[in-house]
């Protein structure tokens, strides 16, 4: 590749810039601020230097839902994803059936989050809902709210109801750009299902399916609102995922200091992994000649 | 700007990364360059390079701060040593 690059192209995106600075530059470098001191209110700050990092690296709780956070984001990509393909895959590829698929595959992805946290905090409750109620009656044993394997496995179902069509109709949005010739020639060679997938949809759907997994990656890392209203962190800290933990100590202790630091450390991680994904992203793009 | 707890460490930090950012820009725009393939098997640019120095020496400075009890600047200098490298062979 000879070709230079002209980057003047980025000025006209200083509009952009400018909104950005004020909703998200301004407020982390606020951040920054607060993790290198401490305050007592009436906006008091003393010099902490270091002390916060130090303190939030070493800690046992920072450390457990890092943990669990992972864990969650590693179940629900390795569940939604191939539903999502497979889901795709079924989806009738045009006519009447295949708007009404679209639509009602959209319908959960307009829920917002605290609805659906709600939704499914009264359809898991034993006493009133009828999830919880159905399993009760059955004779298992399953109290999101007291047992933290069923507050889990509320939490995972809930994501994967709520996130699956998302990954399903960007999966489906690649399947329908493949050209039919692909499939003629797969038939004169006779391919079975199993290799028109490997050979033909699944490298031909990589691009969409990498902007799919970041995307679920990052909300799931990120995700606060449905457990917190489906479980509060609970029982005990089992559901306590990372932002959940951020938002107890920020509001909850009022620890801006170690908040800050923990806030900054988060922000690192998904910073990091985003920027593999954009790069793995990219590059199969320039692969594959777009 | 009372609100946003400005301390004198944290205004030179921004200054710096600030200051670099504008002289890489002025620099794309000055010598416009070619993405080259290094060890790290993708594409890069100065920007792409200023971006993996940046955030790769923010984890050195954290992996320094919570495994050593060394002084900091020493992580510095670590991440001094990762830059050059990472400007010369990514």
């Known amino acids: 590749m000879n070709k230079t690059v002209n980057q003047k192209a980025w000025f006209l995106i200083l509009p952009v810039l400018v909104l950005v600075a004020f909703s998200a530059v301004i407020p982390l470098m606020t951040v920054v601020n607060y993790s290198v001191q401490d305050t007592f209110g009436k906006n008091e700050f003393f010099w902490a230097g270091l002390e916060w990092f130090e303190e939030m690296l070493g800690s046992q709780r920072m450390w457990d839902a890092l943990g669990r956070q992972i864990t969650f984001s590693a179940i629900i990509l390795a569940i939604e994803i191939p539903l999502g393909i497979f889901v795709a895959l079924n989806m009738p590829k045009k006519g009447f059936w295949a708007s009404l698929c679209l639509v009602l595959m959209s319908l ?3 829920i917002p989050w605290n609805v659906v946290g709600t939704i499914w905090q009264i359809f898991g409750r034993v006493d009133i809902g009828l999830l919880g109620h159905t399993l009760a009656a059955m004779g298992i044993d399953y109290n999101y709210t007291q047992n933290p ?10 994501d994967v109801w709520h996130w699956t069509s998302l990954v399903a109709l960007l999966a489906y949005a690649g399947l329908q750009s493949i050209p039919d010739a692909y499939y003629q020639a797969a038939k004169i060679d ?4 199993w290799k028109v997938f490997r050979f033909i949809e699944l490298p031909k759907i990589m691009g969409v399916l990498m902007i799919a997994i970041l995307l679920r990656f990052m909300d799931s890392f990120m995700i ?5 209203v489906v479980t509060g962190g609970g029982p005990g800290n089992a559901t306590t995922f990372l932002s959940i ?3 107890k100590m920020a509001l909850g202790q009022f620890d801006l200091g170690p908040a800050a630091a923990f806030s900054i450390m988060y922000y690192l991680v998904i910073l990091l992994v985003s920027y593999v994904f954009y790069t793995v992203m990219t590059n199969l793009d320039k692969r594959d000649g777009h | 700007m009372d609100w946003m707890a400005w301390t004198w460490p944290t205004a030179i ?3 710096i990364i600030a200051a670099t950012l504008v002289v890489f820009t002025v620099l794309a725009i000055k010598f416009p360059e070619t993405p080259r393939n290094g060890v790290l098997g993708i594409e890069t640019t100065r920007g792409d390079r200023l971006f993996i120095t940046l955030l790769g020496s923010a984890f050195i400075n954290l992996a320094w701060l919570g495994m050593l009890s060394a002084p900091q600047w020493g992580a510095l200098i670590v991440c001094l040593i990762y830059a050059a490298a990472v400007f010369r062979w990514a």
């Open chain 1, 108 to 110: 959960p992805l307009l």
């Open chain 1, 149 to 158: 394997t069923a507050a889990w496995i509320t939490v995972i179902v809930m």
């Open chain 1, 190 to 193: 006779q391919a079975n299902r």
């Open chain 1, 224 to 228: 606060y609102t449905e457990p917190f």
């Open chain 1, 245 to 247: 933990d951020l938002v």
């Open chain 2, 13 to 15: 930090f921004f200054i």
